[in-house]
Each structure stands twice: as C-alpha cells, then as structure tokens.
C-alpha cells in the first residue's frame, strides 16, 4: 500500500446509507474499512465488497462502547498509520419514535440510548480517530445529520418537518450539528474539513419504503463531502450540495 492510498473508515456498514457509502467511496479507489457492531456482518460486507472488486477490510465497531473505539484506532494505526476519512453514519431511532411527538413523554433511558450511539458515540470516536486524521494530508470527517436535527426548520410552521417531533432522534442529531460546527472551528487552521450531511429521505430500514430516494441517491452528498477539494467548505449542513439551515 502507497503512502498515497487514501482510507476511510465508514461505521454502520453493513446496510443502508452505510453500506452504499462503503461501495460508492471503494469504487473510486478508495480503501474502506466497513465497520459494523457485529463481527459478522463487517466481514461478510468485507467480503461482499472485496468481490465488487473493492479494497474492504472488516471491522468489529459498536460506536458506543470504548473499548470497540480503543480496538478501531489500533487497528488503523497498525495497518495505515493514517486516517483519510472518517463517515459518522451510524444511528438510530429508537422503535415507534417517529410518529411520537413526544417531548412531554419521552423515557430518559430512550433519550439517553440516542444521544449514545448518536452523539457520545461519534463525538467519542472522532476524538480518539483525530491523531490519525491529523496524519494524513487532508482528512475529511462526514457526520450523518438529519434535516430532523434542523432548529431553524422545527420552528417554522411551512416546513415540512414542522410536525414531525420525535425528540430523541432530532435533538441527537441537533447536538452533532452542533459538534460539527465546534470541531470545524477547533480544526479550522488544519486541512481536516468537518461537514455535516442531510442525505434526503432513504430507502433503507430506518427510512421505509414509503421513501422517495434509493440508496444510490441517498449516499451521494456523503461521498461528495468525504471527498471535496482543498477549497471545499467546512462546517457546512447540506443535502446535495445545497445548504440546510441550522
Ligand atoms: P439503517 O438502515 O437503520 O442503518 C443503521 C446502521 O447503523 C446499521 O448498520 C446499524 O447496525 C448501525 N448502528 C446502529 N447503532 C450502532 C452502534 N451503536 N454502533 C455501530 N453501528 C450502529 O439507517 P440508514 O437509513 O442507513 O441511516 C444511516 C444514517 O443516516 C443514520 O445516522 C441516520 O440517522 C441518517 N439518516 C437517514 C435517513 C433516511 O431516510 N434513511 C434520513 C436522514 C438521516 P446494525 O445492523 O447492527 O443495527
């Protein structure tokens, strides 16, 4: 492998968004480490990625538990030495949210198992990856948002997401937001480039079938931001290259 061969890293791998992403960044040369939080399915996306002809390698990664975070950075350390891009794609929405509106009800155990594998976990994880992307030339950090996570979009009663209020999910990923624009700043004289991507609504277990955008579709504006130029923006919100208000 050249010092040049650019590696990304991609949690949630194993389906949906993910997976997509992991495909669609291995097809353009790009080494993927195909991260899933189980053993398992990381190797059989390896492998199923490795016969589209894609440099995959597995990898064991529960976003929400140090130790699989401590293992992640050997890992990369010990085959790559540097880290090119890192795509925050996993998440979830806790089973019957989405139609809850439930900011007067929610359990704080629900809050809490979302803010985890939403927020802790990628601010955790990204932390522990930044000696690696600091390594490489011009690292790229994607975090999976939401237009659900928009303030600005919740509080305006023509848009169309006014009604759509499951707390847990939207404020999860208004905190990445918000860690987005933070480390942007806090990375902001480095090459490293922080964005954060609505991908539209996806075809995919969390987004139905009822969904207009296919997969193909749906990973297209996070490999557009793992992979900008030098003079790409930084601690932006968009869904294909148009911006999202905060
Ligand atoms: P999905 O089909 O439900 O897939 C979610 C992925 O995240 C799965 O691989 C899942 O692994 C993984 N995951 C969940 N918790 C994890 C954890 N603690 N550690 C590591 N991996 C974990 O969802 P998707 O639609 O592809 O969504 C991908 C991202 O896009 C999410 O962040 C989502 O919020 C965001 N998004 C999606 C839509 C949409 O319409 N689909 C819209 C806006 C934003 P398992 O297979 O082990 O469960």
């Known amino acids: 492998m050249t010092e040049q061969q650019k590696v990304a890293l991609i949690t949630g791998a194993n389906r949906g968004i993910g997976l997509e992403t992991s495909r669609q960044l291995g097809k353009l040369g790009i ?5 899933a939080r189980d053993e398992k399915k990381s190797e059989h996306t390896a492998k199923s990625l490795r016969e589209q002809g894609i440099d995959a390698r597995p990898l064991k990664l529960d976003v929400t538990r140090a130790e699989d975070r401590e293992a992640a950075v050997k890992f990369v350390e010990k085959h790559f030495g540097k880290l090119d891009i890192l795509v925050n794609n996993a998440g979830i929405m806790i089973e019957g949210e989405w139609l809850a509106n439930d900011s007067g009800t929610i359990p704080l155990k629900t809050l809490q198992q979302t803010f985890d594998a939403n927020f802790f976990g990628p601010v955790a994880l990204t932390q522990a990856l930044l ?8 690292a790229r950090i994607v975090n999976l948002s939401s237009i659900q ?3 600005a979009n919740h509080s305006n009663p023509k848009s169309p997401i006014y009604n759509l209020k499951p707390l847990g999910y939207n404020s999860s990923k208004t905190a990445l937001n918000a860690f987005t624009v933070h480390l ?3 990375l902001r004289d480095t090459k490293i480039k922080v964005n954060s991507a609505h991908p539209g609504w996806v075809k995919t277990d969390m987004g139905s079938d009822a969904a207009p955008l296919h997969v193909e579709e749906g990973a297209k504006t ?4 793992a992979t900008l130029p030098p003079d790409g923006p930084t601690g932006t919100y968009s869904h294909l290259g148009k911006t999202v208000p905060w």
């Open 184 to 186: 942007a700043h806090a």
């Open 149 to 151: 996570g928009s303030l």
């Open 131 to 138: 000696p690696l992307l600091k390594k490489a030339p011009a």
């Open 31 to 35: 080494t993927v480490i195909a991260t």
């Open 222 to 225: 996070t490999v557009e931001l």
